[in-house]
């Protein structure tokens, strides 16, 4: 099976709320999809509102931080160390 998250990009900053707001249909409908579930947040990233991601195929995690001016957001990969995952 291939994996689904092997062609995403992370995202180093989002252009405003519409994008952020896209994104998020975007990846709620991969997890409608099955292709990756949301978890529980492990290691906060400051104080901001975040989402985590885990890819079904290769057990990836996924950050997502919601904008909060002047911040930007972000979507990244999360180091195994990072996550708190148990096969980490």
Same mark, same amino acid.
């Given at each position: 099976?291939?994996?689904?998250?092997?062609?995403?990009?992370?995202? #180093? *900053?989002?252009?405003?709320?519409? !994008?952020?707001?896209?994104? +998020?249909?975007?990846?709620?409908?991969?997890?409608?999809?099955? =292709?990756?579930?949301?978890?529980?947040?492990?290691?906060?990233?400051?104080?901001? #509102? *975040?989402?985590?991601?885990?890819? !079904?195929?290769?057990?990836? +995690?996924?950050?997502?931080?919601?904008?909060?001016?002047?911040? =930007?957001?972000?979507?990244?990969?999360?180091?195994?160390?990072?996550?708190?995952?148990?096969?980490?």
């Amino acid at each position: 099976m291939t994996c689904p998250c092997s062609e995403w990009e992370e995202i #180093k *900053e989002f252009n405003g709320p519409h !994008e952020y707001d896209k994104f +998020v249909g975007w990846i709620e409908q991969q997890v409608k999809n099955g =292709k990756v579930k949301e978890i529980p947040v492990g290691h906060k990233f400051g104080g901001f #509102k *975040e989402r985590w991601f885990s890819c !079904e195929v290769c057990r990836k +995690v996924w950050q997502l931080v919601d904008h909060d001016f002047p911040f =930007k957001g972000l979507f990244k990969v999360i180091e195994p160390t990072q996550s708190g995952r148990p096969d980490s």
